[in-house]
């Protein structure tokens, strides 16, 4: 399985940005996926995740309304667009496989892309 995550960059704050993350190695639209990011010196943490077809998705509070997951398993590619960005959303963002448990923590996650880093200005 291999997740090759693209799309961060410098922004400033109230700024926008989209991530993608292309999967392959899987049967994508089997899986549901989810986005996590890691600040700076702290742990991984969950941002949203979308069920295999992408009918219902969930949010952390600290960016709910603010970003939106999509995907298109046409192209086995899950999205994470981000607006009004702040200063608090610098991150290293990663796109998972969700495999158990609940999605809300990184555990639940068996695979993971490289990685793509936002970093938002303010």
């Known amino acids: 399985v291999q997740l090759q995550a693209s799309g961060g960059g410098l922004v400033q704050a109230g700024g926008s940005l989209r991530l993608s993350c292309a999967a392959s190695g899987l049967t994508f639209s089997s899986y549901l996926m989810g986005w996590l990011r890691q600040p700076p010196g702290k742990e991984r943490e969950f941002v949203a995740a979308i069920v295999r077809s992408g009918s219902t998705t969930t949010y952390a509070d600290s960016v709910k309304g603010r970003f939106t997951i999509s995907r298109d398993n046409a192209k086995n590619t899950v999205y994470l667009q981000m607006n009004s960005l702040k200063p608090e959303d610098t991150a290293v963002y990663y796109c998972?496989?969700?495999?158990?448990?609940?999605?809300?923590?990184?555990?639940?996650?068996?695979?993971w892309g490289q990685g793509t880093l936002v970093t938002v200005s303010s």
């Open positions: 998972g496989v969700y495999v158990t448990g609940s999605v809300y923590y990184k555990t639940s996650y068996g695979y």
